[in-house]
């Protein structure tokens, strides 16, 4: 099993910068694709980035791509997700997220991860 602890999240103002971390603990080695997705309070999920661990392709929502950066170490342990241009819509708890399949094998926006960490909330205000 793969356990999931994010950190980095806060409170900022519009325009300004986060960045969230993810570490995975356990059998990371059987980890594929690992991303982010948000979820805002009487809101749907949202899928916002997510990564191959073949170092290949690197998928975003388009409300998200030029402002946000997603990256994983080589041994698949940490996750980061940098942001910046925050604007008050990003505001939601963060979660990170974790397959044995790659990304390519499903929809990573809208299907189940296997595994998905606590959560860490970002607010942004105007």
């Known amino acids: 099993q793969v356990q999931l602890v994010e950190s980095g999240g806060g409170s900022v103002q519009a325009g300004e910068s986060l960045r969230l971390s993810c570490t995975a603990y356990?059998?990371?080695?059987?980890?594929?694709?690992m991303g982010w997705f948000r979820q805002a309070p009487g809101k749907e999920r949202e899928g916002v980035a997510y990564v191959d661990a073949s170092g290949g392709p690197r998928y975003y929502v388009d409300s998200v791509k030029g402002r946000f950066t997603i990256s994983q170490d080589n041994a698949k342990t940490t996750l980061t997700l940098q942001m910046n241009s925050l604007k008050p819509e990003d505001t939601a708890m963060y979660y990170c997220?974790?397959?044995?399949?790659?990304?390519?094998?499903?929809?990573?926006?809208?299907?189940?991860?296997?595994?998905r960490g606590q959560g860490t909330q970002v607010t942004v205000s105007s």
């Open positions: 356990g059998y990371t080695y059987t980890v594929n694709c």
């Open positions: 997220a974790a397959d044995y399949r790659h990304c390519s094998w499903f929809d990573p926006f809208n299907e189940d991860f296997r595994t």
